[in-house]
């Protein structure tokens, strides 16, 4: 009977497939799995004490919010005391986290955020601000990798995509960053971002005659984070354009004849060739690129630790951070499983909104 | 010699080998975990130590193996979850009560009057046990060079009379107006990682402060956010904000070199450090003791421990190992191969460097005056990674009272998870 040479081929196909699946389920389904049990524990990496069910202990404890409005500081008659430069004084927040019992709900929160509102302030507290400013400073780096990545490798794959001798020469060059492990790249840019006699603030004091002041580009937290994008986008660009690459060779040449006979420009021949054929491509890429910005670690670890001042923190570093380095599994687990969430989302609305439209 | 003849005779060379092998075998074989991989001269040391521990009697063998140093405490700690640690294992001074407390290591049964001798750094005590002990210790100073002080007409501190808050100040202030330095002052902020607690936590306790507070060990409130350490953040701000010291962004290549080029008036740095200043400019370097912020001048203790794993089920053996390893000999050896402080004033009298009138002396006086241990209880591992992201991001300009709070949080949060760590 059929079915019974079907199962078995099937027995030698799963035979064949077993040390893969084999990996994929030690390595990822099961470690998924033990990240969303143990995320409800207080597990340490290391600990005589037994391991305890704690519930939501360890959401709370990331994603706790609160809100204080403070009231400027008053003098006897009641007028605002301000400070030599004008502004208001208000009360230190320690006073209200730190063992206050009228305000137990915000005990050992901080400051994350916050404004003026007449001449009280309105103070949004974190229970961890570390983790607040890592999810900040993820979604930042996703907003502007994802499109402008994209875009580059969009351009670089049209430029090669031509019939030109020795442009295979530019493909390698164009990819060469892909391959280099990150590590390396990472610790390569760090020389080229110093403060002092850096790459680039060699050239850009060279391009401007010295007019440029250098910039300690990992030092500061304003330059901190968009240097390591640039930098980022810069390494995985080769990697999208090849598939971008691959999108535009599946676009038959029938159809750019018939574009040319119709006299279309060469806009045209983008906007209503180039582009709707490579519809599937780009939601590929834009996820693609999306999932491994949302990974950001190595250049993290290696470029600048988080620092300075946590405007280089991100999801993946806290979460290898706590499990490991604090020891604390349990809140490395949770970090994963907000990650997973976050991540999730985001996918299902892009699938939403690329979906095809009928 | 005949073909034949040539035959036999390796035969014979074969049977013989293979007679004195077995005669290895019948020693118990120990396995022991050592993190100085990479190291050359370290190696060189450690491996003749446990050749001549293997050759001096017939009932253990050492089995050596290395480890980088950057991966080693990660490979202990997934060789303890696996359950397959070695019989000795080293270990940094103040990581040893936490893998104490988690069961990796067990008492050292070593005799009271082998280490009687010993600098208070080398010993790692916990709970009131012995748990390892080191063949040396390290210490920091500050290094500089005489004609920078002398020219500039600034005291040369002393161990009886270190500098003042004030005057240390002041040194630095007329160093950096000279305008010879990048900076007058370079602490190694480049050197993430332990160094942070291990030497800037001396200059806190030194304002009165601690990272936690060593009473109870239950809690860093009152330690690490008390006004002495409130005091201690101001300060240590402002060595950044008066551009005195390179800050978190320090390249480490100029951390290796920029004080022997001149690009640093004072370092603060390790005696692993010396050998290299020494070299270069001999007689003028001097190496000053910590400045007293109030509460007297204090540098770090304990470097690298010997110690024996829970598991091990020679812990007789390993313990015979590291008496024999404790020798005199031994400890003057690493000292001179790779410039630590030894263990013992014997042995010290038998180094280049820290023998009466040697130039790196200095270093076993302050190890001997000023050292004091970074805080002994499990949770220091998470505490100083706490105190070390504090400390870089109040050097980057964080508020210091609320910097100092988060930390504290921090802390006692993880304590809290721990039970107490078992104090």
């Known amino acids: 009977m059929s079915r019974s040479r079907l199962t078995q081929s099937n027995r030698a196909g799963w035979a064949m497939a077993l040390p893969g699946f084999g990996l994929i389920a030690v390595f990822i389904i099961l470690p998924f799995f033990l990240a969303f049990g143990l995320s409800f524990t207080n597990q340490r990496l290391i600990s005589p004490n037994p391991t305890e069910w ?8 990331l994603m706790g919010l609160g809100v204080l409005t403070l009231e400027p500081e008053r003098d006897e008659a009641g007028a605002v005391i301000r400070d030599e430069d004008g502004a208001i004084e208000y009360p230190r927040l320690r006073g209200f986290t730190r063992g206050n019992p009228d305000y137990a709900h915000l005990d050992g929160m901080r400051e994350w955020l916050s404004w003026g509102w007449g001449e009280d302030r309105v103070v949004v507290l974190a229970r961890d601000v570390v983790f607040m400013t890592a999810i900040v400073n993820t979604l930042t780096f996703v907003l502007v990798v994802a499109p402008v990545q994209a875009a580059i490798a969009l351009g670089l794959a049209l430029l090669i995509n031509q019939r030109l001798r020795g442009i295979n020469v530019f493909r390698t060059i164009y990819f060469m960053p892909v391959v280099v492990s990150i590590v390396v790249v990472s610790l390569l840019w760090r020389f080229i971002y110093d403060g002092n006699d850096g790459l680039l ?64 420009s060469r806009w045209q021949t983008f906007r209503y060739v180039t582009w709707p054929g490579l519809r599937n491509t780009a939601v590929l890429i834009l996820i693609v690129i999306t999932m491994q910005a949302f990974a950001l670690f190595a250049q993290i670890d290696v470029m600048t630790g988080g620092g300075p001042l946590d405007s280089t923190q991100t999801i993946v570093f806290q979460a290898v951070e706590r499990g490991y380095g604090k020891q604390d599994i349990s809140g490395g687990s949770t970090i994963s499983v907000l990650l997973f969430l976050l991540v999730l989302t985001i996918s299902l609305i892009q699938r939403y909104l690329t979906r095809e439209r009928s | 010699m005949t073909r034949t003849n040539l035959m036999a005779g390796t035969i014979l060379a074969t049977a013989l080998s293979a007679v004195i092998a077995t005669g290895a075998a019948a020693q118990t074989e120990l396995s022991m975990w050592y993190h100085g991989a990479g190291g050359e001269v370290e190696s060189a040391i450690i491996n003749r130590i446990v050749d001549d521990f293997n050759a001096s009697q017939d009932d ?43 069961g990796y290591l067990q008492p050292l049964p070593l005799d009271e009057s082998v280490i009687e001798n010993f600098l208070p750094g080398t010993k790692g005590e916990w709970n009131g046990e012995l748990y390892s002990i080191g063949l040396w210790d390290a210490a920091v100073a500050m290094v500089t060079r005489r004609s920078y002080l002398e020219d500039n007409g600034i005291r040369i501190p002393t161990l009886e009379e270190p500098w003042t808050r004030e005057e240390f100040d002041a040194a630095l202030v007329t160093l950096e107006e000279t305008g010879e330095f990048q900076y007058p002052l370079d602490v190694g902020m480049a050197w993430t990682g332990e160094w942070y607690p291990y030497a800037f936590s001396p200059l806190l306790q030194s304002f009165g402060g601690d990272i936690v507070d060593r009473e109870s060990y239950a809690t860093a409130e009152g330690a690490l956010n008390g006004d002495a350490a409130i005091e201690f953040g101001e300060w240590w701000q402002s060595l950044f904000e008066r551009d005195l010291v390179p800050g978190t962004s320090q390249d480490p290549a100029d951390r290796e070199t920029g004080f022997v080029e001149g690009k640093y008036a004072i370092s603060w740095n390790g005696n692993w450090a010396a050998v290299p200043i020494l070299a270069e400019y001999g007689d003028d370097t001097l190496f000053l003791p910590a400045p007293d912020f109030g509460e007297g001048p204090v540098i770090g203790a304990a470097s690298w421990q010997f110690g024996v794993s829970a598991t091990s089920e020679h812990p007789e053996g390993a313990a015979a190992f590291i008496e024999f390893a404790l020798q005199d000999e031994y400890l003057a050896e690493f000292s001179d191969g790779i410039g630590l402080i030894p263990a013992t004033p014997t042995a010290a009298e038998m180094t280049e460097n820290y023998a009466e009138g040697g130039p790196m002396a200095v270093f076993y006086e302050l190890s001997e005056e000023q050292a004091r241990l970074r805080p002994v209880t499990p949770g220091y591992v998470v505490a100083a990674k706490v105190f070390e992201k504090a400390l870089a991001d109040i050097a980057n300009g964080a508020d210091v009272i609320d910097t100092l709070d988060a930390a504290v949080d921090e802390i006692d949060a993880d304590i809290e998870r721990n039970q107490g760590y078992g104090h």
């Open chain 1, 201 to 264: 603030n060699n050239i850009l004091s060279a391009l401007s005659f010295g007019v440029f002041e250098p910039v300690d580009w990992l030092g500061n937290p304003g330059t901190a984070l968009p240097a390591i994008m640039a930098m980022s986008i810069w390494q995985a660009v080769g990697f999208h354009m090849v598939i971008w690459l691959a999108g535009l060779q599946t676009i038959s040449p029938t159809l750019y004849e018939a574009a040319e006979i119709e006299g279309s």
């Open chain 1, 54 to 61: 704690v519930g939501f202990d360890n959401y709370r404890q």
């Open chain 2, 60 to 102: 253990w063998a050492v089995e050596l193996q290395s480890f980088p140093q950057g991966s080693y405490n990660d490979s202990i700690i997934a060789a303890a979850l696996a359950g397959n640690l070695p019989d000795i294992i080293d270990v940094d001074g103040p990581v040893m009560p936490n893998w104490a407390w988690s």
